[in-house]
């Protein structure tokens, strides 16, 4: 008895090993089943899809709120039956602004288009006067068939479609006269700077003019800035009136102190919604500062026996495309001077006197000649690249040993010759 | 009056006015006020085919002066255009030999304030001109699209530049395109 329950067992245990190598092999086929779904999807086939031309696929256009355009797109069918086409709408659920399905009216809306037939299709773009500004995008699908994709996708990629992007904008209300501040600047010395503001539309505009960080990182080639925005005060009204022009007073304390660059920008926070581009409403600073020297330079020379002298002194070809001075404002332009002295033994000062004043330019014929290789076009045209003033003083002095002083005003560098004897 | 002279004095006025209508559509484009031909004037064609080869950027020409000098290679024309609302002129030097026209070289300057200052401004915020430092006031020169292209696309560009460091500026977005730095050997 107990043999054959044994053999019971047995066999029922064998025969549950089967089993289960049965369901398993069962499992097997159903995985086979399922990798079958890969092998489907590469091959699915672009001829399983109604042959239609779509010309132009992509589209984009400027509108301001209230326009509206109307844009023209053509499908040519090139299966051998005629097509039904149906256009949609469809918006996609993300992006910066959601388009109003309301705002693309399609016609026809509904068409069957013949074998080999072509059909245009008018598209409506209508702004309304209240839409706020931004990018905005729609696909226009012809017909329902979608692109398959191994996952689900949140939104359908259409394969008929046209897609068209649009730029939503308004000029700004608020024009700035001068974007840009730049100008060299003495220590200790106090400067006012004004900026314009017109409001060229129908609102007041609300204004926030503060000086930004954001380019607080460069100070020049020291690396550091000459002075913080401490040493700047902005002054203005809170708002510019419609359709009129306020000012934003600038004021600059240098540090008696500053040396080298400052770079800065002042955020006028212009209350627009037109001014999308971050760095539409600020102004630009740029200054560098330099201290007016109060003592002249000191040259000693011996003078073997009394003779005529000719003292040159001439400033640095100075800023060879601009000048010593403002940039925002040329009145403010100031050329180089110097005032020179002659010393002799016991600091008896010695009489000169200046006999001419040469203004002296520095001209290229352009190309490559120190310019940026775009402007290599203008070679053979004189181009002005910097003056300097030129100062020639005479003075008849006695043996001995002499100082020639000069103090320099507006240059940062001069040269100077002495020519003993006539010449 | 007589009347025989009437139908004269009405021919005479005929003409005048059609030698008006003539001049008045003469080659001379809208945005040149005023056009000053020195030195040898060669015939219209020539006139006009400058005039396809010229234009201000956002900006008349006040006045136009023209200069043409006979030279071996051809006839060396050089073309001034002045605007009240700029500094600087616009210069373009062509060639004209064999029935063509070849513009050779051009230094273009007229540009309204704003278009000048917003290019400074744009310039003034990029990375490298902070780094250098630059003071004070740069030049401000368009780029016409066939050199533009070398450099970044076939449209007008303009080029601001200081001592050693130069940008050029897309004018459509106020984008800075391509950083020439000198003393960094080039681009």
Redesign the interface.
């Known amino acids: 008895m107990n043999k054959k329950i044994s053999l019971y067992v047995l066999v029922l245990i064998v025969l549950s090993t089967f089993g289960v190598v049965a369901s398993s092999a069962e499992f097997g086929v159903v995985k086979s089943e399922t990798l079958q779904v890969g092998p489907q999807m590469e091959s699915f086939d672009i001829q399983n899809f109604t042959k239609l031309e779509i010309s132009p696929r992509y589209g984009n256009a400027q509108f301001q709120p209230g326009e509206n355009k109307e844009m023209t797109v053509t499908i040519k069918n090139k299966e051998t039956k005629s097509i039904k086409v149906s256009p949609i709408v469809v918006v996609p659920p993300f992006g910066e602004y959601l388009m109003d399905k309301e705002w693309i009216t399609v016609s026809p809306a509904n068409i069957e288009i013949p074998a080999g037939g072509s059909q245009k299709f008018a598209i409506k773009v209508v702004i309304p006067a209240d839409a706020s500004i931004g990018y905005y995008n729609a696909n226009i699908a012809f017909t329902n068939e979608k692109m398959p994709t191994p996952y689900p996708e949140p939104f359908p990629n259409y394969v008929h479609s046209y897609s068209l992007s649009i730029n939503l904008w308004a000029p700004p209300k608020i024009q700035i006269s001068?974007?840009?501040i730049?100008d060299?600047l003495e220590a200790g010395k106090e400067y006012d700077y004004k900026i314009k503001l017109k409001n060229t539309g129908d609102k007041a505009v609300a204004i926030d003019p503060k000086t930004s960080q954001q380019?607080q990182m460069?100070?020049?080639?020291?690396g550091e800035s000459a002075f913080t925005d401490d040493a700047i005060t902005i002054t203005s009204q809170k708002e510019v009136p419609a359709g009129a022009s306020i000012e934003v007073n600038v004021h600059i304390k240098v540090p008696a102190d500053a040396k080298?660059?400052y770079?800065g920008i002042i955020d006028l926070g212009i209350d627009d919604p037109s001014i999308r581009?971050e760095?539409a409403d600020m102004?630009?600073l740029?200054f560098?500062v330099w201290k007016q020297p109060t003592e002249p330079y000191v040259k000693t020379f011996n003078a073997k026996e009394a003779a005529p002298v000719t003292i040159e002194v001439s400033s640095n070809m100075?800023?060879?495309?601009?000048?010593?001075g403002s940039?925002t404002n040329t009145k403010n332009k100031k050329d180089p001077s110097f005032a020179v002295t002659m010393t002799g033994t016991g600091n008896t000062a010695i009489p000169l006197t200046k006999v001419k004043t040469i203004i002296k330019g520095g001209v290229s014929l352009?190309g490559m000649n120190?310019?940026?290789?775009?402007?290599?076009?203008?070679?053979?045209?004189y181009?002005e690249m910097g003056t300097q003033i030129v100062e020639t003083y005479k003075v008849d002095v006695p043996a001995g040993d002499l100082k020639l002083g000069i103090l320099p005003e507006n240059t940062q560098q001069f040269e100077y010759t002495i020519t003993m004897g006539n010449n | 009056m007589n009347m025989g002279t009437r139908p004269a004095l009405l021919l005479i006025i005929l003409a005048v006015m059609i030698a008006g209508c003539l001049n008045a559509s003469s080659t001379k484009p809208d945005w040149a006020h005023d056009v000053n031909w020195l030195g040898e004037k060669p015939d219209s064609i020539v006139e006009k085919e400058l005039f396809t080869q010229i234009t201000p950027y956002r900006i008349e020409y006040d006045l136009v002066n023209i200069t043409a000098k006979n030279e071996s290679d051809g006839l060396h024309i050089r073309v001034i255009g002045i605007s009240k609302a700029a500094m600087n002129p616009d210069i373009y030097d062509f060639t004209y030999s064999d029935g063509t026209l070849t513009r050779t070289s051009y230094l273009l300057e007229a540009l309204q304030p704003h278009d000048r200052n917003t290019a400074i401004a744009a310039a003034m915020q990029k990375k490298e001109v902070m780094e250098k430092g630059v003071i004070g006031v740069p030049t401000v020169r368009r780029i016409l699209p066939d050199t533009s292209k070398k450099y970044y696309a076939a449209k007008t560009l303009l080029s601001v530049t200081w001592t050693g460091i130069s940008v050029l500026v897309d004018p459509d977005e106020w984008k800075v395109v391509q950083v020439w730095n000198e003393n960094a050997g080039g681009r």
């Open positions: 001068n974007p840009y730049n060299q380019n460069y100070g020049g080639p020291s080298g660059n770079q581009d760095w102004v630009n740029g560098g100075g800023i060879a495309y601009g000048y010593f940039s352009g120190g310019l940026p290789p775009w402007e290599l076009e203008s070679e053979s045209i181009q």
